[in-house]
């Protein structure tokens, strides 16, 4: 049973356009929802993380919103650049059950010059 | 700054072999993690641990050992390595549980 689940599994888009991924969890005790960035060759780096008090939060070109009643979360990465390619992986945990992250399936995103 | 540090990168096993592999970081941290990175899975937690000599399961802990006798190491055992083991392991360590999680660059494991 996939508890997070992420779509589109990839994803195309031009410089300076909008990449949308999409995640939905079902465990209503998630209380940390962070977003990594991986490489290839390399580990996931946190990108941006939200909590579920929040329906919003922005970091520079990235934005996590956030439905709590809809149990779904999205990261939007504006005036995307051919750097930004890379998988994205949403992921949930409870942080009093020691953290431990329960991943989506990744998104591969390629943005072309 | 060394951070979090897997070896090997690379590894090359036989069916029915073990091996143990580490993770080192040197931030001081409490929690450490062992995921493995399978295609289209996402990561899923092997083992994780809570500070020093503690130990827990996680979501696929089938198969696998763990070991945290010092604050900084992380060991992950395979007793008897399986085909269906093969796989990209990764650790990771916070400070805390309301703190990020810093991922080592991995372990490619191959299983014959």
């Known amino acids: 049973q996939q508890q997070v689940k992420q779509s589109p599994q990839s994803l195309i888009v031009q410089k300076g356009g909008i990449s949308i991924i999409n995640c939905a969890y079902e465990?209503?005790?998630?209380?940390?929802f962070p977003w990594y960035q991986q490489f290839p060759g390399k580990g996931p780096a946190l990108l941006i993380a939200?909590?579920?008090?929040?329906s919003e939060k922005k970091e520079g070109r990235f934005t996590i919103s956030f439905n709590k009643s809809a149990k779904q979360f999205s990261l939007h990465i504006m005036d995307s650049q051919p750097g930004d390619s890379a998988t994205y992986f949403c992921a949930a945990s409870m942080m009093a059950a020691g953290n431990k992250l329960t991943f989506g399936g990744g998104t591969r995103v390629l943005v072309k010059p | 700054n060394a951070g979090v540090t897997q070896t090997p990168k690379f590894r090359v096993l036989k069916t029915g072999q073990s091996m143990t592999l580490l993770c080192a970081q040197d931030m001081n941290h409490e929690y450490m993690y062992w995921y493995r990175q399978d295609p289209g899975m996402g990561l899923r937690l092997i083992h994780y641990s809570v500070g020093e000599g503690t130990t827990a399961k996680g979501e696929v802990p089938d198969g696998y050992n763990v070991s945290r006798l010092k604050k900084q190491n992380f060991l992950l055992g395979l007793e008897s390595a399986a085909p269906s083991q093969t796989s990209v392991y990764f650790c990771a360590s916070s400070s805390q549980a309301s703190q990020p999680q810093h991922f080592g660059d991995g372990t490619r494991l191959s299983i014959l």
């Open positions: 939200i909590r579920p008090d929040v």
């Open positions: 465990n209503t005790a998630f209380d940390y």
